[in-house]
């Protein structure tokens, strides 16, 4: 009895606390176009509390009940100051004006002024489109990949790529995701633009380490894009037309405030200008590819919210009779939001993905075939964020991925073809996982953000394995049978791993903090590939039998500070990154087509350190950053190089990029940015051999040498017609120069045969872009 009485009182004293305490909540949108402000601030000034919208801008906090001073604030707008009453829970969706003042309107942040400073993640950086638009294009079409390369820690795969290499790591592990959905080939073009059309992209956030527990799949970053969600409030469109493409958006309300829906096109017409043109060489061939994205974003009422949204978009490349190939992605995401009371944000969405290519030579001829390749995936996930209190955030969820694989399918027509048909064996897998974590302040001045991922990862049926007569150095010529598994069956153990995330940040005054991180990533889909960077033509091969998943386990730590009112921000960032089963190739390896792949892959370690600097300037009509990177790394696999470490493919030692963007006046805009790195490994013939009058190379070992440094010059110039702020219609003109003084970068270097002197050898540089690339693009919007 004495139990039930201590009990009773202990509820009665939480009950009066709770009844104490209010929560306000609701959504930060702009005023214009009813978009969601992601990363908001509310901050309430007497208690010196406050929080940001998440992703969908949705927000709650509690307080104490009283009387109170709230404000509203994000870059580039407007603050709001209101007071307010808070004695009881109340919803408050506020909305905030683009600012009016000139000095705001040159930002490279789209966030909370010292965010850099106050938040928990280190390693994360923020690109609002506003920036991204006004940088110096190639060919008339600015890239969000391409700036995002420009980040320190961040490296590009070379010209002609739209790989990145994050802290080390290859192109396969990063984690794109467009509104949820992953992405697996993000180039078009053969890498020279990207899949995301910049008119259709709200925000853009960028995790290099301290990821939090809510991403998992890949090894070193995650690239998460959220589409805009359609102008709620009136219509219209927005568009430009390049030298080598045109773009046009159109948004609106399907019911005011309620229901809205945006439509975005591009597409090239190199091919269609130079047939008008009677260029003899385009006549009867194909180049070009084009994006369509959609959204619909519906209101039911205050606690239920549906988004629909997808993306389609193929590259198209045909020599008349001689060859073609097409490749393309596809991506759609229905999502559910509901907020449970004031404190629970629950987002439940269904996920498709589709990434394919051909690659074939047409007709009836002997050479004809047609190569078909396909990964596929469909995703099922529960998010739920609990305002549990000021000092406390925590986040739940689960989610389950079905992966169909198809590396490779050759169809030939006709009885004289010289291939024959071949499909190689087919594989799906079925990836799980739950996560929980929460962020917590301790203090003023301390606060921690924790959690921990559960990941399941198995291989099924329909499939084969192979079975070796030595399982341990395998053998394609050792293969004993085949082993069939039918629709549904496991093959082989899962994959389960435990995930722990840590992040902390300790404030040192308003204007410097000091972080830290650790983070382990495993990834279970593994990209093969003999290039350095992404091609339309590589395979996607889930870990299995005989091939391992990756293991990342990283350090971080960094200080950071800001200057003069926030208008300077500074930060200096040490990691060191390790990891287990990486993938790399026999010597000679042959990947094309070949069903026993995995008797040309090699298991081994590796590690990554590095010292990334990064000074920005955020405010003022001279704006930027000048970022550097110093990097190493290394892996150590037995069976090359004498089981010696080698630098990875994906080294580059010094790494600086400096972005500037200047406002004239209301009308005339400057950029510039200049991008330097060390040359990417490679290994040199040191002998040769002629047999039966052919050049054999005896090599170096692997990656000893390097080919030269890159460096690049880009300006842009901006035109703004008639900028009032009132004014719907607006135009301007892009002027920009790609590689000003015309470098030659090289792409690669190889060896080959003199032709005027056989016995002698010579070798050849191959660049992409040797030339200066001037264009102009006109892009207009109301």
């Known amino acids: 009895m004495k139990r039930f009485t201590l009990l009773l009182l202990w509820l009665g004293l939480t009950s009066a606390a709770v009844a104490q305490n209010v929560t306000l909540s609701g959504y930060l949108k702009d005023a214009s176009n009813g978009e969601a402000l992601i990363g908001a601030t509310v901050y309430v000034e007497e208690l010196k509390q406050g929080t940001a919208s998440n992703a969908y801008g949705f927000y709650s906090l509690t307080i104490p009940s009283g009387m109170y001073s709230l404000q509203v604030s994000f870059i580039g707008y407007e603050t709001m100051k209101q007071k307010i009453e808070a004695t009881s829970s109340k919803t408050i969706s506020i909305t905030l004006d683009e600012s009016s003042k000139q000095i705001e309107e040159i930002i490279v942040s789209g966030e909370a002024a010292n965010a850099n400073i106050e938040r928990v993640e280190m390693g994360m950086a923020k690109l609002p489109v506003k920036t991204i638009k006004k940088l110096p294009a190639f060919m008339g079409e600015v890239d969000i990949i391409k700036t995002i390369q420009l980040l320190p820690g961040i490296q590009s795969g070379g010209e002609a790529s739209s790989g990145l290499y994050v802290r080390g790591g290859g192109p396969d592990e990063n984690l794109m995701l467009l509104d949820e959905a992953p992405v697996y080939n993000a180039s078009h073009l053969m890498g020279f633009f990207s899949v995301f059309n910049s008119n259709a992209i709200n ?257 099924v049926g329909e499939g084969e394995v192979n079975i070796y007569q030595n399982p341990d150095e395998l053998n394609k010529d050792e293969i004993i049978e085949t082993v069939t598994y039918k629709k549904g069956e496991k093959i082989g153990d899962a994959f389960i791993y435990l995930e722990p995330r840590v992040g902390m940040k300790y404030t040192l005054g308003t204007n410097n903090s000091v972080k830290s991180s650790y983070n382990r990533m495993v990834q279970n889909l593994h990209l093969i590939t003999n290039t350095q960077s992404p091609t339309p033509l590589d395979i996607w091969l889930p870990s299995s039998t005989y091939i391992k998943p990756l293991i990342v386990d990283q350090v971080s730590v960094g200080y950071f500070h800001n200057l003069k009112n926030n208008m300077w921000e500074t930060s200096v960032e040490l990691y060191y990154k390790n990891m287990q089963n990486v993938l790399d190739y026999r010597e000679g390896a042959e990947l094309f087509l070949n069903d026993a792949i995995e008797t040309e892959l090699l ?81 040199y013939p040191v002998a040769k051999y002629n047999v039966q ?56 270097i190889t060896p080959e045969a003199n032709e005027d002197n056989p016995n002698q050898t010579q070798f050849v540089r191959i660049s992409i872009i040797g030339s200066a690339i001037p264009s102009i693009t006109y892009n207009v919007k109301f």
């Not at 600097?613 to 190089?641: A, D, M, P, Q």
């Not at 880009?714 to 002027?735: P, V």
């Open 693 to 748: 009058n052919n050049q054999i190379y005896e090599y170096s070992a692997r990656n000893s040498n390097r080919i030269p440094e890159y460096h690049r010059l880009d300006i842009s110039a901006t035109y703004d017609f008639k900028k009032n702020e009132h004014r719907r219609f607006k135009q301007s003109l892009n002027f920009s120069v790609y590689n000003v003084y015309a470098r030659r970068n090289a792409y690669s």
């Open 603 to 683: 298991h081994g370690s590796g590690e990554s350190k590095g010292l990334e600097l990064l000074v920005k300037k955020s405010k003022g009509n001279l704006t930027g950053w000048i970022g550097y990177t110093w990097s190493k790394t290394t892996r150590e696999i037995e069976g090359i190089n004498n089981g010696n470490p080698y630098p990875s493919s994906y080294d580059r030692t010094h790494d600086l990029s400096v972005v500037s963007n200047y406002e004239l006046n209301k009308r005339w805009n400057f950029a510039a940015n200049f991008v330097f790195a060390t040359g990417s490994p490679t290994s």
């Open 203 to 459: 925000d853009i956030q960028v995790y290099k380490s301290g990821i939090p527990a809510e991403y998992g799949g890949k090894g070193s970053s995650v690239i998460d894009i959220r589409q805009k969600d359609g102008n709620s409030q009136r219509f219209g469109f927005d568009g430009g037309i390049g030298n080598l493409s045109s773009r046009l958006t159109l948004e609106g309300p399907i019911i005011k405030d309620k229901w809205s829906f945006i439509l975005a096109g591009r597409r090239t017409y190199y091919d269609v200008l130079g047939k008008i043109a009677g260029l003899e060489e385009l006549q009867d061939n194909k180049l070009y590819f084009y994006d369509l994205n959609a959204k619909s974003n519906l209101i039911i009422n205050n606690n239920n919210r549906i988004y629909i949204s997808g993306y389609m978009g193929d590259d198209v490349f045909e020599m008349g009779e001689s060859m073609y190939m097409r490749w393309g992605n596809a991506t759609a995401t229905v999502r559910w939001n509901h907020i449970f009371g004031d404190k629970i944000f629950m987002n439940i969405s269904g996920i498709f993905s589709n990434y394919d290519y051909n690659l074939g030579v047409p007709g009836n001829s002997a050479d004809n075939f047609d190569w078909s390749s396909r990964i596929r995936d469909y995703n099922a996930k529960a998010d739920f964020t609990y305002f549990f209190n000021p000092d406390n955030t925590i986040k739940f969820g689960v989610n389950s991925i079905l992966h169909h694989f198809n590396p490779g399918k050759v169809i030939t027509e006709g009885e004289n073809s010289m291939f024959s048909d071949l499909e190689l064996a087919r594989y799906n897998a079925i990836e799980s996982a739950v996560y929980l974590s929460n962020e917590q302040k301790i203090s003023d001045r301390f606060t921690v953000q924790y959690g921990l991922r559960l990941s399941h990862f198995q291989q």
